[in-house]
């Protein structure tokens, strides 16, 4: 079921600063174009591995993008909406926040390991699952 009005959704989310100099690190590196890439590809990874995630708490959190410039067709909002994670939450956008710092820290292990990202091969491994 899609939503037709967001309650309390913020109109900014962000980062941890760590995950954030991630982003740009991935975007100097040209693995991204855009940092806001990099941040809908990690909520995207995170959906596709159907995790939930932690909540982030403590850590201030860099903010990072207007939710009009990262999702103005609320394609983000819906498709997890369309998903329906267990234990889903309002405000929506906190939990692809949520989603977005699970997904970097993954993006930042799988660099760690491999000196690189390696985009096509994430999403494949994504599909086997």
């Not at 995170?46 to 708490?57: A, H, Q, R, T, V």
């Amino acid at each position: 079921m899609i939503m037709s009005k967001e309650i309390n959704e913020p109109i900014t989310i962000g980062l941890s600063p760590i995950s954030h100099e991630w982003l740009e690190t991935f975007k100097q590196e040209k693995i991204f174009q855009e940092m806001m890439d990099g941040y809908r590809f990690a909520i995207a990874y995170s959906l596709s591995k159907g995790i939930e995630p932690p909540i982030i708490s403590g850590e201030k959190k860099t903010t990072t993008f207007n939710i009009g410039s990262l999702d103005p067709k609320k394609e983000i909002y819906n498709s997890i909406l369309a998903l329906n994670p267990p234990n889903l939450e309002a405000p929506i956008y906190k939990y692809a926040e949520r989603l977005a710092e699970w997904g970097v820290t993954e993006l930042v292990s799988i660099y760690k390991k491999s000196g690189t990202l390696d985009l096509s091969e994430i999403i494949q491994d994504s599909n086997k699952e």
